[in-house]
């Protein structure tokens, strides 16, 4: 069983468009985000999610949101696709929100805005 | 945030010892320690994680010394399958992990 699946795993769309991207957690945690790795390869937290209360990285456009369900779920919406929304998208989870608690991270979805 | 510095790339052949270093000169009093690994096209994947001296598990083991200014992963006999990124992050549990950076990783090349 996948503790950490996201949808879709290759996402190719047009600039201006809207996307979704789709993240599930099977481990019981209480705490989900979204990470972007870029082309250099930096992991940077975009969202946390704990409990109903959601923490925004300030650096995040407003185009990006993220829609929580249920605990479970954390998905990822984006409004009107830029270039330079081009990277890795991953999703994680731990237990709760500290440091000793793991990240459990998903496989990652791949976007590319041409 | 604690800034931590470690190594671009690695080689080592197949069958060695592996320890990667990480510094973190303003690493704070409440910050852990903490490894993750990634391989090509995957999420990164916990390691260990310690706050002083020597945590082992199945997996690697990590050397802290006792002024906690670097660290270092240790890799026993590494195999083909270890090739991959290696993260060092510092942390506390009251920041969570929005002030934690993974910064650049050390990218490890078993050689067979």
């Given at each position: 069983d996948t503790a950490v699946s996201q949808t879709p795993k290759y996402l190719v769309t047009q600039m201006g468009n809207d996307k979704s991207i789709k993240c599930e957690q099977n481990?019981?945690?209480?705490t989900m985000y979204w990470y972007k790795q870029d082309s250099k390869k930096f992991l940077k937290i975009m969202f946390s999610y704990n409990n109903k209360e959601l923490i925004i990285?300030?650096?995040?456009?407003?185009?990006f949101s993220p829609k929580s369900p249920d605990k479970a779920h954390l998905n990822l919406h984006i409004n009107?696709?830029?270039?330079?929304?081009s990277a890795v998208y991953f999703c994680a989870s731990s237990q709760d929100e500290q440091i000793r608690s793991p990240l459990h991270f998903g496989n990652g979805t791949r976007l590319t805005v041409t | 945030l604690a800034k931590t510095t470690q190594p671009i790339s690695m080689d080592s052949y197949e069958g060695q010892e592996v320890n990667i270093t990480c510094s973190h000169n303003n690493i704070a009093t409440n910050d852990y320690i903490t490894w993750y690994q990634q391989f090509p096209s995957q999420g990164p994947r916990f390691i260990i994680q310690g706050y002083k001296t020597k945590v082992t598990n199945e997996v690697a083991s990590l050397f802290i010394p006792a002024d906690r200014k670097s660290s270092t992963l240790s890799l026993p006999?590494?195999?083909?399958?270890?090739t991959a990124v290696y993260y060092c992050l510092v942390g506390a549990d009251s920041g969570g992990y929005q002030k934690v950076t993974f910064g650049t990783g050390t990218k490890l090349q078993v050689i067979p």
């Open positions: 481990l019981g945690h209480d990285n300030e650096t995040v456009p407003n185009r009107s696709l830029e270039l330079g929304d | 006999r590494v195999s083909l399958s270890d």
